[in-house]
């Protein structure tokens, strides 16, 4: 937020909330950005793994691979960016993310796209880690939660037209398009923020906690793949590396994970929260466009459109969450949102199966879809306004690395539920879509896996509401203008 409380209506405030607006302009285009990078693949992974028939293994690395890499360097990013300058990390996101895309368009194998999706994170992890700062900054206090509707509502729409995106072009101009469509639009990002985000002062040169982000990432590594091969060797030496961790950043003066962090009631389990919304939520495009093609046999495109109720639900959602944002405490938007998306994972669960009206599951994404945005919006609001400015920085990194650990574990844990319930021969058929041409015996036991894996989400989505029910104590009060 802007360092001196304006009094609404006074010149200086209106200046600042025009500032504010062409920033916000700015962070919702990198939401766009990535957003649509990350669901228009969800909906047309089956066509990348037809392509290079890639193994299951490969097939869900070329998920993880960008979320692993843009998790572990969150918090990193976001601690460059008080060395270097936020706006700066912020536009070479831009240029790393657009750079990327291109070079995935080229790709001439499954191996190169995993590497050069692992570039493509890095870049997204510069525009995360400072997209909410240089916002929060911007908007006057009284606003924040107006504009943090109208950002996140940003990425509801990419996550929109993502899907139908995504499918159109996986059916007409073929996948290598669906990383080419970045380019253009990461070049109007790049130009536009740097002609709109103004330089700010840069931070104390503080040491960059080094190790912490290696075990970070050492750790995460072993636990996806773990999940995903169900190996217990990796998954042992994940378990092993927490308490390491914990170790470590006791003992750095600017650790990777602020353990400080979790002694207030509000943060912690606001940020639990967090956490297992992204868990419950994230995979859920993913899972539904496999539901589509892999169980009902259709294509790219209707998948597509098969999934749109989940975005459109956050994209209505988040503005008006926002807007009630100034009648309404964060806290009961949070915990309302946490409802509706266990309500909608209810519906999910209970309508698993080959015949189901698509209105039905219209209706479950829906639900869920709303519940994510009102919650995302909420739980936002509620972390970044009660901080004081010089704690940003790293709350923010410290948020969205437990949420992006949260959408990492989500992919993971979803396609291995999902594909443990047929046999190692058919799991590449599930992730190229062709299972229901193959065996109708297969596709039941498939519809198992569906219903299992609606029902780990919903358990988390109802143990991300009662962490949400927890976070009622602000740590620190802020105060806000006087009309």
Avoid at 84 to 103: H, I, P, Q
Avoid at 205 to 228: K, M, Q, T, W, Y
Avoid at 372 to 396: E, R, W, Y
Wanted: include cysteine.
């Amino acid at each position: 937020m802007i360092d001196v409380p304006l009094r609404p209506g006074s010149p200086e405030h209106a200046d600042a909330l025009r500032y504010a607006w062409r920033v916000c302009s700015v962070t919702g285009l990198g939401l766009v950005l990535i957003g649509i990078g990350a669901s228009t693949l969800n909906v047309a992974l089956p066509e990348v793994v037809r392509h290079f028939d890639a193994s299951p293994l490969a097939s869900s690395w070329i998920l993880l691979a960008y979320l692993l890499v843009s998790t572990a360097t969150l918090v990193f990013f976001g601690r460059v960016a008080d060395l270097v300058g936020r706006r700066e990390v912020y536009l070479l996101g831009f240029a790393l993310f657009t750079g990327a895309s291109l070079l995935a368009g080229l790709a001439p194998s499954a191996g190169i796209l995993i590497a050069v999706r692992a570039v493509q994170g890095l870049g997204a992890a510069m525009i995360l880690a400072n997209g909410t700062v240089i916002i929060t900054a911007a908007f006057p206090p009284d606003r924040l939660s107006q504009g943090m509707g109208v950002y996140i509502g940003t990425l509801s729409v990419a996550q929109l037209a993502g899907p139908t995106v995504g499918g159109l072009i996986a059916d007409t101009l073929g996948w290598r398009w669906i990383f080419w469509i970045n380019v253009p639009a990461g070049i109007v990002a790049l130009v536009w923020g740097a002609l709109t985000l103004r330089k700010v002062p840069r931070g104390r040169r503080e040491p960059v906690d080094v190790l912490g982000n290696l075990i970070v990432f050492a750790a995460l590594s072993a636990a996806l793949i773990a999940i995903s091969q169900g190996d217990l060797l990796p998954g042992l030496a994940a378990v092993v590396l927490v308490p390491v961790l914990v170790l470590v950043e006791r003992r750095v003066r600017n650790p990777v994970i602020a353990l400080s962090l979790f002694g207030g009631r509000m943060l912690a389990f606001a940020n639990l929260a967090s956490f297992c919304n992204a868990l419950a939520r994230a995979s859920l495009i993913l899972l539904t466009g496999l539901y589509f093609q892999a169980a009902r046999g259709v294509d790219a495109l209707t998948a597509g459109l098969g999934v749109l109720p989940l975005p459109i639900g956050m994209a209505l959602a988040s503005p008006v969450v926002g807007a009630l944002g100034r009648r309404v405490s964060a806290y009961t938007l949070s915990l309302a949102g946490c409802a509706l998306s266990a309500a909608g994972l209810l519906v999910l669960v209970l309508s698993a199966g080959t015949a189901t009206p698509y209105w039905v599951i219209g209706a479950g994404l829906f639900l869920a879809g709303c519940g994510s945005g009102a919650f995302l919006t909420g739980n936002t609001t509620q972390v970044m306004s009660t901080l004081p400015l010089g704690s940003l920085g790293v709350v923010n990194g410290f948020r969205l690395t437990i949420m992006n650990v949260g959408i990492v574990l989500s992919v993971a844990t979803t396609l291995s539920v999902l594909t443990g319930s047929v046999t190692p021969e058919l799991r590449g058929q599930v992730y190229a879509g062709t299972l229901s041409a193959l065996s109708p015996v297969a596709v039941q036991q498939l519809m198992t896996g569906f219903q299992q894996t609606y029902l780990v989400l919903l358990g988390v989505a109802v143990l991300g509401a009662l962490c949400a029910a927890m976070a009622s104590t602000p740590d620190i009060s802020r105060p806000t203008p006087k009309a």
